[in-house]
C-alpha cells in the first residue's frame, strides 16, 4: 500500500516562497519507480496538474502557469519530492495534492491528467494574500 504525505503548505504573500514536500511510504520500491505528480484544485474547479517528475530518468514537466517560478526535486534517501514555489501568486492560491503513479503504467504523455495517477495525499493549503 503506497501512502503520500504532503507538507510545506502555509499562508504566504505576494512574491514569496513556499517549499511542498510529498513523502512516499511504501513496500519497498524507490522514487526511480514512480512518476510523481502535483495537482491542484481550487473549490468549484477541476483539479489541474501543475508538474510531474518521472522516477526512471529524473524527466520533469510543468504546466505553462508556473514554469520559471515552480521547480521539481527530490531526495531519494528520504523518498521525497519537493515542489520549491516561487514568486507566489494570488492566484496560486488553492488545496494542493501529490500523486503518485508506477512508472511502468504511467504515460509520459497524460502526466498532467489526474486519471493516470492512482495514489493520492490528503492535500496541503496554499494561500497567498498580502
Known amino acids: 500500500q503506497v501512502q503520500l504525505v504532503e507538507s510545506g503548505g502555509g499562508l504566504v504573500q505576494p512574491g514569496g516562497s513556499l517549499r511542498l514536500s510529498c513523502v512516499v511510504s511504501?513496500?519497498?520500491?524507490?522514487?526511480?519507480?514512480?512518476?510523481i505528480g502535483w495537482f491542484r484544485q481550487a473549490s468549484g474547479k477541476k483539479r489541474e496538474g501543475i508538474s510531474c517528475m518521472y522516477g526512471t530518468d529524473g524527466s520533469t514537466y510543468y504546466r505553462g502557469s508556473v514554469k520559471g517560478r515552480f521547480t521539481l526535486s527530490r531526495d531519494n534517501g528520504k523518498k521525497t519530492v519537493y515542489l520549491q514555489m516561487n514568486n507566489l501568486k494570488v492566484e496560486d492560491t488553492t488545496v494542493y495534492y501529490c500523486?503518485?503513479?508506477?512508472?511502468?503504467?504511467?504515460?509520459?504523455?497524460?502526466?498532467?491528467?489526474?486519471?493516470?495517477?492512482?495514489?493520492w495525499g490528503q492535500g496541503t493549503q496554499v494561500t497567498v494574500s498580502s
Open positions: 500523486a503518485a503513479e508506477e512508472t511502468r503504467r504511467f504515460d509520459n504523455t497524460n502526466w498532467n491528467d489526474r486519471y493516470e495517477y492512482t495514489y
Open positions: 511504501d513496500s519497498g520500491l524507490t522514487l526511480d519507480d514512480y512518476a
